[in-house]
Structures are given as C-alpha cells and as structure tokens.
C-alpha cells in the first residue's frame, strides 16, 4: 500500500530564504507526482508534475526533483517571499494509475 | 477555459440531511475524481468517475455515499442521513483521459458542515 510522508509538517523562515521540503512516498513504482499548494479555506493549485521518466521539473522560483530508487521528491522554493505562505502538498498516482495519493502536506509560514 | 467549478461552496445540513455536491469538471474534460479532507488529515481519494460509469470506488465509505456523472450535467456526489464525522471539505479533480502522467485539475471544493 502506497504511502506518502511530508517532513517537516511546519515550516518557518525570514523571507529571502531558500528552502527545500521533503516527500517520500513507499512504493517506488509510481507513475508521476504533483506538488500542490493550497492556501487556507482554499482549494489546490497545481504547481509541478514529474513524470516517472523524468528527475526534475522547474517553474519560476519552484524546482521539484523526483528520486523514484529512493522514493523522494523535493520541492525546492528559491528566495521565498511572504506571498509564498501555504501549505504544500506532494501525491503520487498509484499503482492503476488513477487516484492521487497525498502527503498530509508541510504548512510554510515567510515572515518579512 | 474556466476551471473546475463546485457548488455550492459551502453547504450546512443537519444530522440525518441530505447533502448533494456537484462538480462540473473542465471543458474537453471526461474524467472525474472526489477526493475528501477531514480536518488536521490529508486527502484522501473516495471514487473515480467517468462519462456514466463508475471506474475506482475503492475509497468511498460502504454506506450512505453515492456518486454519479451522467451523460449531461455535473458529477454529482450524495451523502445521505450525514453525520458530524461526515463535516469535512470534498474536492472534485478533472483531468482529459486516463493517461496517468496527465495532470489532475482541482476546484476550489465544498465545505460541508453537519450540525
């Protein structure tokens, strides 16, 4: 059964920082994984899609890599900025390749 | 293209109500997926729909719930007779096809609360 970790749950930084979070997920055999963001009382926004075939994925200040042997992903956010502020979530397909699975997420906080 | 549109957004039913959900996922898109978010948990997949037929419903709980995404109109999510645990923010994801390295597209989801 696929399970996803997120580590740390909550995060804390001054603003200008660069700064990684970490998920793992339990079976390697994936087919892709999406990074999401969420802000409070709000729904998902899709920030990267690795998939399987690919390491990494870069969109602006956001670089996601993808480690399918070890099972991990990072999500790596450069100069964060108070706007920044939500929680992250990872998911991976499972093994039919339909359902997302989800990490419980790591809730970033940036202070100016 | 609007996005993913679910309403309504919020929604209060008193225990043993009816809640009905709808989804109308994207333009050009056929594939339907809820998902629900308890609070303080992560989200967690309940069933995958397409056009008229139910595809995944590994993840629905085996009573009261019930899903449909007929030919026209939206996906529709039922719970019947609710329960306080069933308070919980539901979300609808549409993708194009089944490809699994398409991505999931998420609407802005529906806040129920059972009071």
């Known amino acids: 059964k696929q399970e996803v970790t997120q580590i740390p749950a909550a995060l804390s930084v001054p603003e200008g920082e660069n700064l990684v979070l970490n998920c793992s997920f339990t079976d390697s055999a994936i087919y892709n994984l999406q990074w999401f963001r969420q802000d409070p009382g709000k729904g998902l926004t899709s920030l990267l899609l690795i998939q399987s075939s690919q390491r990494e994925q870069t969109s602006g200040r956001l670089n996601a890599s993808l480690d399918k042997s070890s099972g991990r992903s990072t999500l790596y956010i450069a100069a964060s900025q108070p706007g920044d502020s939500a929680t992250y979530l990872c998911?991976?397909?499972?093994?039919?390749?339909?359902?997302?699975?989800f990490g419980k997420g790591t809730t970033l906080s940036v202070s100016s | 293209n609007a996005g993913v549109m679910q309403n309504p957004r919020h929604l209060v039913r008193r225990r043993g109500q009816e809640a009905r959900l709808r989804c109308s996922p994207m333009k050009g898109h056929s594939h339907v997926y809820w998902y629900r978010q308890l609070p303080e948990e992560g989200l967690k997949f309940m069933v995958y729909?397409?056009?008229?037929?139910?595809?995944?419903e590994s993840g629905m709980p085996k009573e009261r719930f019930s899903a449909e995404f007929p030919k026209e109109g939206p996906s529709i999510l039922r719970i019947q007779q609710v329960v306080r645990g069933d308070s919980a923010a539901y979300f609808c994801a549409s993708s194009p096809s089944e490809d699994s390295v398409v991505e999931q597209y998420f609407g802005p989801g529906t806040r129920l609360t059972v009071t």
């Open positions: 729909l397409q056009k008229e037929n139910i595809i995944d």
């Open positions: 998911a991976v397909n499972n093994q039919a390749g339909t359902a997302l699975i």
